[in-house]
């Protein structure tokens, strides 16, 4: 299996809000990520989102994660809303390293930030 360049971070947290039309919370994911490509969480990560390495070590992995995300997103129907585009290409880069489908993803987003 050949992988591309590993991307330049590694997603250890996913978390998302579901709203309906009407901007009712219809659901929420959070989970942690066990990290495999940098295996220990550097120590500027762990000050600033208090993630530690040790606490990853007992989560599933990101391509198990991701199906569940996935699943939770609702796929194409849904629109992501951002706050900066950092986040969204850094689940891009790590899909395509895990060789994942990003078609189940929608492709479509608002950046808050602006």
């Known amino acids: 299996c050949h992988k591309t360049h590993r991307p330049c971070c590694e997603i250890i947290q996913i978390g998302a809000v579901k709203l309906d039309r009407h901007m009712n919370e219809t659901g929420s994911f959070q989970c942690y990520v066990k990290p495999t490509i940098y295996p220990e969480v550097s120590p500027f990560i762990t000050e600033l989102t208090g993630i530690t390495t040790e606490q990853l070590a007992s989560e599933a992995v990101f391509p198990e994660i991701f199906d ?47």
């Open 68 to 114: 569940a995300f996935a699943e939770f997103s609702g796929g194409g129907e849904s629109i992501f809303c951002v706050w900066g585009m950092a986040d969204l290409k850094e689940l891009f880069r790590n899909l395509e390293y895990h060789n994942l489908n990003q078609k189940l993803l929608t492709k479509r987003y608002i950046n808050l930030q602006p």
